[in-house]
């Protein structure tokens, strides 16, 4: 059997109707030379249907079990499992334009063999970066694109060499977010090349404009931002931008004049970057990623 030149690593949990419409437009990908590896983190057996009805629409898929649940360990046993040369990483909730996948195959095989290719998160409307190759010296200054795990597609092999993603960051954990911005730090560190790529194109609903300040939003924000300070003492980013980090949710409302939720949310914001930011330097001196054995079985084997 052929190889797959790409493997899609899909984890998820706790979703089921959403896989459809990723499924669906997976099937209609102009480029088919790719496998989904399903790394399920349900303790139940919800995800059956669908994987088996993306078998129907003629996806090659693979689905393994992995417990306990955590975002950046489960995509790592899938890149373990991952058998084509690039892989890429859709949330359960995305969808992906038709030509995807053969704008990334034409992207990868142009003549400077990038490591690496971020795609346009098309509901986000971001400007497209300048210059088209990410730096280590803009990144650390959190200069460049924002890195969202669902349009970052890179060579497997980077994996290997760079050890993954820090399953200490991220969904489900106490720094709660910061896996996907310190995977492309660590590979930009290693000498990878990260470009970007305007014409590859994926979808991903986004919340609406108006900004949630109740306190459960609060909360949920200071959580996230413990993985941002995680970042600034791992990668020891400088001085000013660990300053502007911290100062900036907060003077972003008074500058506009709000002084209510606005404020909280932006204060709940610069506690949790401090929180994370002397947690890590606390608790953690190791700068390789962690990665916790996890349980894995293959559904049907």
């Not at 300040?213 to 660990?242: D, E, M």
């Not at 890590?280 to 990623?289: A, K, L, N, Q, Y």
Request: hydrophobic share 40%.
């Amino acid at each position: 059997m052929r190889k797959p030149d790409v493997s899609l690593i899909l984890a998820t949990v706790g979703r089921t109707d959403e896989l459809g419409r990723l499924f669906d437009s997976l099937a209609a990908q102009t480029f088919s030379n790719f496998e989904v590896i399903v790394v399920d983190q349900n303790t139940d057996d919800r995800l059956l249907p669908h994987v088996e009805r993306a078998k129907y629409l003629g996806i090659a898929i693979r689905h393994i079990k992995h417990h306990p649940p955590n975002l950046a360990a489960a995509r790592n046993a899938g890149i373990d499992m991952a058998r084509g040369k690039w892989v890429g990483f859709p949330d359960d909730d995305c969808w992906y334009d038709p030509r995807l996948l053969e704008t990334l195959a034409a992207r990868f095989a142009c003549p400077d063999k990038p490591t690496g290719i971020i795609v346009r998160w098309v509901e986000q409307d971001e400007q497209p970066m300048s210059p088209a190759a990410l730096s280590w010296k803009r990144s650390r200054a959190f200069r460049d694109i924002a890195v969202s795990s669902i349009t970052l597609f890179c060579q497997r092999a980077l994996f290997k060499e760079i050890g993954g993603f820090d399953s200490r960051l991220g969904v489900g954990q106490w720094f709660g977010a910061g896996e996907e911005t310190d995977i492309a730090l660590r590979a930009l560190r290693a000498g990878a090349h990260l470009t970007y790529e305007p014409r590859g194109e994926v979808h991903h609903a986004v919340g609406s404009s108006t900004p949630d300040t109740s306190p459960q939003a609060r909360k949920a924000a200071r959580h996230r931002a413990r993985g941002t300070g995680a970042l600034y003492a791992k990668h020891k980013l400088p001085a000013w931008v660990i300053a502007r980090g911290i100062l900036a949710p907060v003077l972003r409302p008074l500058m506009k004049g709000s002084f209510g939720g606005q404020l909280a949310l932006g204060y709940a914001t610069a506690r949790g970057r401090i929180d994370g930011m002397l947690a890590w330097r606390r608790e953690h001196t190791d700068e390789r990623p962690h990665r916790p054995a996890g349980r894995i079985k293959e559904v049907g084997r």
